[in-house]
């Protein structure tokens, strides 16, 4: 047996255990859908705004509740669309959904998660909204960061982005929507079409 053999040898043997050890099965094409539907969100809550609250949202208000509403439709969509993309390019590949890998990344992701929306809803339940968006951005850049590896390493970088405009929506609040909009929208569009590229192709 020659090096040549030898390497290959080595390289399938990092293969299995990655495959092992992370969650690869994460479909690009959910990442552009979720994007899609920030989007859209975003269109539609600013123009309930506009239009009904005269470009100021108050907690009290309807509008806000609508926006409340869009924003969890908009994060239901995405889920379930992940769900459906990634199950179907895990059957395609022969991984499982339901194994330990795939449990440890949900956790993981999870945890930054849910700790930072029950501390914005606590801040929204004080009237301090100045920073939801910003705050947004940064426990869900940390989730992705805290997820990474557990799947694809590359969603780190992802994750980073979100944490980095989300401390940019700290210091200048006011542009906290549109920071907001950049991060979950256009960047899960960006993000979703490279690694549909790199490895759904």
């Known amino acids: 047996m020659d090096s040549k053999d030898y390497l290959k040898d080595i390289s399938e ?3 299995l ?3 092992s ?4 099965s994460l479909s690009g094409l959910s990442g552009i859908l979720a994007g899609v539907y920030a989007l859209i969100g975003a269109a539609i809550a600013y123009w309930l705004v506009e239009n009904y609250s005269y470009g100021v949202l108050t907690l009290n208000g309807w509008v806000f509740r609508y926006c409340i509403a869009i924003l969890a439709t908009v994060a239901l969509l995405s889920i379930v669309t992940a769900l459906i993309l990634t199950t179907k390019k895990a059957k395609k590949q022969g991984s499982k959904i339901g194994d330990s890998t795939s449990r440890r990344l949900v ?3 999870l945890i ?3 700790v930072g929306g029950l501390y914005i809803l606590t801040i ?3 009237g301090k909204y100045g920073q939801t968006g910003g705050l947004m951005l940064i426990f869900y850049g940390l989730a992705l960061v805290n997820a990474s590896k557990y799947s694809i390493g590359d969603i780190r970088y992802l994750g980073f982005i979100q944490i980095t405009l989300g ?3 700290a210091f200048f609040p006011g542009y906290g929507f549109w920071l907001w909009v950049l991060g979950f929208g256009i960047m899960h ?11 759904d192709k």
């Open 13 to 15: 043997i990092k293969n």
């Open 17 to 19: 255990m990655s495959k």
């Open 21 to 24: 050890s992370r969650f690869i």
């Open 107 to 109: 956790i993981n992701f």
């Open 112 to 114: 930054p998660l849910v």
């Open 124 to 126: 929204l339940n004080q």
């Open 167 to 169: 401390l940019i929506a």
């Open 189 to 199: 569009i960006i993000y979703g079409t490279w690694m549909y590229f790199k490895y």
